[in-house]
């Protein structure tokens, strides 16, 4: 999820675990708290841009780093904070629910999770909530704010802050409800019009839990289809996009690639512009799909030696303004 969501989520935590003997102070070591599992990204001028992906949501995000650092933050803040009435173990269990909402909260998103890192590079995904949802985030930010204004320990910042997490919750509940409902829908459809394939995944647009994309192997690629819960039909229209193993064929022994496949789960494929071959990992969708099937995805990585892939992963590579890519987006969740 985006920083903001974990800072928000953070801070409800702080409060519940530490808010009456600390005050508000609670919510910004819970806010740190939720934030660490992300200092990965200062790892990154250490690594090329292909190991970038794998690092991120690696090791900080797994059970093992919420385990092991928990006690060692606890610790720490115990030593730095003497003067307080607050001890080692109850730092530690504030740090351990801050660390793991994080990584459980990411699991959600499609990008997947190293929750069983180093032991498995195997990611988590459940692929029911968008990385940033305004109605994950608005409403438990509106609350957590809230419960900052209240006075330290009174019975209404008790009150906001328990109802930020337990709307978020309810919501973050809905999100999977409706993944299943969705996915039944699209897998329906998909087999009524007699299209052989497998591996179906659903997975939400940009910004809502209300259009959703879907794709599915078949021999030579995937089939795409949008479908809104507004939609007036459950008829999906699927398009077939070509995997194109056959322009990897230079680039096999490239460690980039490899990397690559492992990130995608397989759920890539390849294109070429301008001479410039392309790995497009298609979990993240495309460009304004719903309105063009053939636009651009949204990650895109360039197989050129010493190519700039800083921004291969882009949510915002919209060609118009964000004013007509949100018009497009709000019409077609509306069923137009």
Known sequence: MDSLTHIVLGAAIGEAVLGKKIGRKAMLWGALADTIPDFDVFAAPCVTHAQQLMVHRG????????????????????????????????????????????????????????????????????????????????????????????????????????????????????????????HAIMNTSLNQQHIQTTDLVTTPTPLNNFLWMAYARDTSGFWFGYYSIFDKTNEVTYFHVNQNNNLLFPYQQDESVKILKQFSKGYYCITKKEEVVYFNDIRFGQIGGWDKPTDEFVFSFKLKKDADNSTALDRNKFKGSYTDAISSLVNRIKGN
């Open 59 to 182: 090791i900080t995000h797994s059970l093992f780093f919420v385990v092991l650092m928990s006690p060692l933050l606890g610790l720490l803040f115990s030593k730095l904070f003497k003067n307080t009435d607050v001890n080692w173990k109850e730092w530690a269990k504030l740090f351990f629910w801050g660390l793991f909402t994080h990584i459980v909260l990411d699991a959600f998103t499609c990008y997947g999770t190293g929750w069983f890192e180093p032991i498995s590079s195997y990611r988590v995904s459940f692929n029911s909530i968008f990385v940033a949802d305004p109605f994950y985030t608005l409403p438990f930010l509106i609350c957590v704010l809230i419960a900052l204004i209240a006075k330290n320990g009174s019975p209404q910042r008790v009150k906001w802050n328990k109802a930020g997490i337990i709307i978020s919750t309810i919501y973050l509940a809905f999100t999977v409800i409706n993944k299943e409902h969705v």
